[in-house]
């Protein structure tokens, strides 16, 4: 059975950077769709990114592109979000998922694999 586990998160000031890793253990990821999502407090999980295994499928919200970018290693099985220009409304816990191949993977309920989760705190 594949695992995910998130790495990365912590406490950042504003304007400041971070990545996001996401590792596979158990397996691989194959030809699994990726994503990120992440939740705040007292707010529904809302979606960040969605890769494929080729990176033409790579997905980011207009809101969140000129900032985020997401990519992974089909061969160490690792994905990454770099998260660039933080803002204090990027707090919450980043989850990292995986989903069937050619899955669209925009919406959480698309996905039957999660990692735990890592907090990610923007001080202003």
């Known amino acids: 059975q594949v695992q995910l586990v998130e790495s990365g998160g912590g406490l950042v000031q504003a304007g400041g950077s971070l990545r996001l890793s996401c590792v596979a253990s158990g397996g691989t990821f194959g030809s699994r769709v990726l994503g990120w999502f992440r939740q705040a407090p007292g707010k529904e999980r809302e979606f960040v990114a969605r890769i494929g295994r080729n990176p033409a499928g790579t997905v980011i919200p207009d809101s969140a592109k000129r900032r985020f970018s997401v990519s992974r290693d089909n061969v160490q099985n690792i994905m990454y979000l770099q998260m660039n220009n933080l803002e204090v409304d990027d707090t919450a816990i980043y989850y990292c998922?995986?989903?069937?191949?050619?899955?669209?993977?925009?919406?959480?309920?698309?996905?039957?694999?999660w990692g735990p989760g890592t907090r990610v705190t923007v001080s202003s």
């Open positions: 998922a995986a989903t069937a191949p050619l899955v669209a993977g925009f919406r959480a309920r698309e996905y039957e694999l």
